[in-house]
């Protein structure tokens, strides 16, 4: 007979009484997805960072700590809204216990939930768990490379239009030849120049934030549009994200480069900085240089076609003597940013967001960030985990 395959569980499950005497007998059939969302919560540990309940005057709140396991099971088990979420877990009893409920009526309303999740944005709750939970699997790591890249995030909400509070955008330069003994005003300097000199709060405070309208180009060449926000990644290898930041549609990708690897830096160190032709500017590659990185970007010939012509001749070159360039070869590497996009739309709730205004949406997002850097950090690390015996 063939012997039984070893599950995983997680840790926290073990502290509770009523189920020691084994989730086989105790919990209803567990699916595959539910398993793997014990493992995602067990490597997420969120009792660290969520204050319990306080025990004063007044009627005791519901617990937060299950509320916040339930948002990192909305986002793994891809549920589109709370009210969904809250159906799912009056009829699901396996889902419920492994959130901390065990009858349904424990399970709280939805005002309740929206309560608890307005109140984890404010904390940036799922933020800092995302930090710390890289910082412990990847800071004594040296990281191969890191892929940035940006993301379109839909919202349902209007875009916010330019208001009197906004500053005036910069008087146009006069055409034509400056007069005799006139001093030309000097060029401002860019935000990206700036971002140099600033802290990481400071470059972060400078980023717009609203739900704006954003313009790309698709890889078929056609132009589209969308109402919502642009979510920033740094990806390490094996799809973990390092650090995400989240800014309105309509910014450069560019103009969140050095914001994003300052970030990074905080968390662990890496050797390669893999970027698109957006990312192609010469302040981001010093910041790269000098941080003792090596920057790995495409070019962008910015409609120069001898450039570009002489760029398409090397690489026939080098395919006829059959000889790749090594960094086209570090450069394909980057995919893993477009497949870390992916995961957090199609598998981790990107595509679902349905809050309103940036620091909710990206509460949201950042659910399933940390849910996606969980389950790719179990694939790399899952020895450190503790074996159920069948």
């Known amino acids: 007979m063939?012997?039984?395959?070893?599950?995983?569980?997680?840790?926290?499950?073990?502290?509770?009484?009523s189920l020691l005497p084994g989730l086989d007998e105790e919990l209803d059939p567990l699916t595959a997805k539910l398993e793997h969302l014990i493992i995602i919560l067990d490597t997420l540990g969120l009792e660290a960072f969520v204050a319990p309940p306080s025990r004063g005057r007044g009627r005791p709140p519901d617990d937060r700590p299950a509320i916040a396991r339930s948002f990192v099971a909305k986002a793994v088990l891809t549920i589109p809204t709370t009210s969904a979420l809250i159906e799912r877990l009056q009829i699901d009893r396996a889902l419920r216990r492994i959130c901390g409920w065990e009858r349904r009526s424990e399970v709280p309303s939805e005002a309740t939930f929206s309560r608890a999740f307005a109140e984890f944005a404010a904390q940036g709750l799922p933020e800092r768990v995302h930090e710390q939970l890289v910082r412990r699997h990847l800071h004594d790591h040296i990281v191969g490379h890191i892929s940035r890249d940006a993301t379109e995030i839909a919202a349902r909400e209007k875009p916010r239009r330019r208001s009197s509070d906004d500053p005036p955008p910069p008087a146009p330069r006069k055409r034509g030849r400056p007069r005799k003994h006139e001093v030309l005003p000097s060029k401002p300097l860019t935000r990206i120049e700036l971002q140099r000199t600033q802290s990481l709060d400071e470059m972060r405070a400078g980023l717009p934030t609203q739900c704006d309208v954003g313009v790309k180009r698709n890889s078929k060449g056609f132009r589209e549009t969308w109402i919502g926000y642009k979510l920033h990644l740094d990806t390490a290898n094996g799809i973990i994200p390092i650090a995400a930041i989240l800014t309105a549609a309509s910014i450069h990708d560019s103009q969140v480069a050095i914001p994003l690897a300052r970030t990074s830096e905080q968390r662990v160190v890496w050797l390669y900085d893999l970027m698109d032709s957006a990312y192609d500017a010469q302040p981001i590659?010093?910041?790269?240089?000098?941080?003792?990185?090596?920057?790995?970007?495409?070019?962008?010939?910015?409609?120069?076609?001898?450039?570009?012509a002489e760029i398409a001749a090397e690489r026939a070159r080098r395919r006829l003597i059959k000889i790749p360039d090594p960094t086209d070869l570090t450069y394909n590497e980057r995919t893993t940013a477009e497949r870390a996009n992916a995961r957090i739309?199609?598998?981790?709730?990107?595509?679902h967001l349905r809050v309103r205004g940036h620091l909710k949406a990206f509460c949201h997002l950042m659910f399933g960030v940390v849910a996606l850097a969980?389950?790719?950090?179990?694939?790399?690390f899952s020895a450190r985990f503790y074996i159920h015996p069948a």
Do not use: H, M
Request: proline share 4%.
């Open 345 to 351: 739309k199609d598998e981790f709730g990107g595509r």
């Open 2 to 17: 063939a012997e039984k395959p070893q599950s995983y569980y997680g840790t926290w499950i073990n502290r509770q009484r």
């Open 285 to 308: 590659i010093d910041d790269c240089l000098a941080a003792g990185r090596v920057p790995v970007i495409d070019r962008n010939t910015r409609r120069d076609t001898a450039l570009k």
């Open 374 to 380: 969980a389950d790719s950090i179990v694939r790399l």
